[in-house]
């Protein structure tokens, strides 16, 4: 499903543990690391789509987590064009995202990275909020740090668990 300008609707998901540390995916045989995140499929919302991608790359059902916010806007990025499939080139210039802020309340071992029969991941992390987006593929980063620095508010209004 893409949009009329070309743009792939998609969810981002930040998720935070109780000491504000944020989720931190190795792309599965890559060296790159990323937040999780997914397309939304037709009839979807970006809710509904944020918990089912949530479901298939990493395990967590709805009660493990609490939606602390979300991106009031769309946040675009364009793919370069070398990575574009032949059958979408002309038409596709990237993703659309909303982001959203989740809160772990579930614990560690409820995260699986196996719960698809398509992995998006090898391996995890808990990484400090702030994480260094130069890890993160290049035509992303704008769209990271956009997302990063519009949820932070929401951490500043979220009690922070002394006994982690």
Not at 47 to 59: K, N
């Amino acid at each position: 499903m893409i949009d009329e300008d070309g743009y792939r609707p998609n969810v981002g998901i930040i998720l935070c543990n109780v000491r504000n540390e944020v989720f931190w995916g190795k792309r599965i045989r890559e060296h790159s690391w990323q937040f999780p995140q997914g397309g939304i499929k037709q009839g979807e919302n970006p809710e509904e789509a944020m918990f089912r991608e949530l479901r298939e790359e990493i395990g967590l059902e709805p009660h493990h987590v609490k939606i602390l916010g979300r991106t009031s806007n769309w946040l675009h990025y364009n793919v370069p064009a070398a990575w574009i499939k032949r059958e979408w080139r002309g038409s596709y210039k990237g993703q659309k995202q909303i982001w959203f802020l989740l809160r772990l309340v579930g614990r560690d071992c409820d995260v699986s990275l196996r719960a698809s029969d398509h992995p998006e991941f090898d391996a995890w992390r808990w990484h400090d909020y702030w994480i260094p987006v130069e890890s993160v593929i290049e035509f992303k980063r704008d769209v990271y740090r956009k997302a990063l620095n519009e949820l932070a508010v929401y951490l500043q209004n979220e009690p922070v668990s002394s006994h982690a």
